[in-house]
């Protein structure tokens, strides 16, 4: 089942569940813009040449949980869950198999595990895994969840012109 409501960040609250709060709106706006339709629809691709999809952005956000939650901040072996050295970007290129069930349980999945290895750490602590591939500095939770906001953010712009496309439904 997908989320269709989502619960608005605190005007009021401190660093960290300022920035829970963003985060968690912004995954929920990301099932919301996918919400009610059918698969068919959520592969349908943005506008050609693009092949953005919906389905392709929620693939994509999973593996970007994935990567900075498991990899940067826990230094997990957690290898690609859609893309493949062939297909650098298979995330966002889903095949007439895939569905929305996989992928929305695949998310969820990444965004729990997000959450629990996210949990025991503070703000500043450093990330045990990969490194800036420029500076060679770690990085630290707050970056994490502040990228992780961006990311969020500009994706979900995408799928609000995605979603009008299919259906002319637009909003925050």
């Known amino acids: 089942m997908t989320t269709t409501e989502r619960t608005s960040p605190s005007t009021v609250a401190g660093e960290r569940e300022m920035l829970e709060g963003w985060l968690e709106y912004h995954r929920e706006t990301l099932a919301v813009k996918c919400a009610g339709l059918d698969d068919a629809q959520l592969r349908e691709a943005s506008v050609p040449p693009s092949g953005l999809s919906l389905l392709g952005l929620v693939r ?5 949980e994935r990567a900075w939650f498991r990899r940067t901040l ?41 959450r629990e290895l996210a949990a025991p ?35 979900n712009g995408h799928a609000d012109l995605v979603r009008e496309r299919i259906d002319g439904a637009t909003g925050e």
């Open 60 to 64: 994509h956000m999973a593996e970007v």
């Open 74 to 114: 826990a230094d997990e072996e957690a290898g690609p869950i859609y893309y493949t050295d062939a297909d650098p970007d298979g995330d966002f290129h889903p095949g007439e198999d895939d569905t929305w069930a996989e992928a929305y349980t695949t998310w969820q999945a990444e965004i729990a595990r997000a």
């Open 121 to 155: 750490h503070s703000l500043d602590d450093l990330g045990a895994g990969r490194r800036n591939r420029t500076t060679g500095e770690p990085f630290n939770l707050r970056w994490i969840y502040t990228h992780m906001i961006e990311e969020y953010a500009r994706h």
